[in-house]
């Protein structure tokens, strides 16, 4: 994943007129189809799970999701917070919605489709938005619910690698001002800052429930 850089815009007599369109190395296309994958696979776990919660209740028996395997992994806690309907619906059909989008996104662009600065711009503030959802929801499940949710937690692993990813691409395309260091650190090491992100979480949830852990 070194570099996702674009290849040659094609030479045509309206090129300096034209937006400059940009599109992706295949690495970087099928790293958004296999994040954006896994967060729709995680969005649609959560929501089956969410509807067989609905019914027990309905038919008044009782239903433990799979990923429920403790007090502290217990992702049946997490579904019946409310931070789990944010916005007044279950979250994972937000994730559904998003997710395909950016299965799309990395689709297009294996098939060599190229998109304008404004498009890459939208995409970014896409994740960006994903990420500070997922870090409000980690915040809330460590620190309010008191769970963690298995499939939450590849949704958030998937979401930070393509927000920064994402990120990286559109500085190192001067779509995003930043000085040449910058661009020469994400040329070379994108993959600390996911990596350092998601270290820190681990960190937390390890300091959160070491009790337990080490019990």
Known sequence: MKDVSTEPEPSSAGADSAPRTVGGSKAFALLLVITGAAGLLAAWVITIDKFKLLEAKVEGTTFVPGCSLNPVVSCGSVMESKQAEAFGFPNPMLGLVCYGIVICVGMSLLARARFPRW????????????????????????YRIGALCLWCSLAWVATILMFWYVTSFNVRNDFLPAPRW?????????????????????????????????S
């Open 119 to 142: 498009y890459w711009l939208t995409f970014n503030f896409g994740t960006l938005f994903g990420v500070g959802f997922c870090t409000w929801l980690q915040f809330q499940s460590l």
């Open 182 to 214: 910058l661009k020469g650190f994400f040329s070379e090491f994108t993959w600390v800052l996911p990596v350092l992100h998601i270290g820190v979480i681990g960190i937390l949830i390890m300091t959160r429930w070491w009790d337990f852990w080490t």
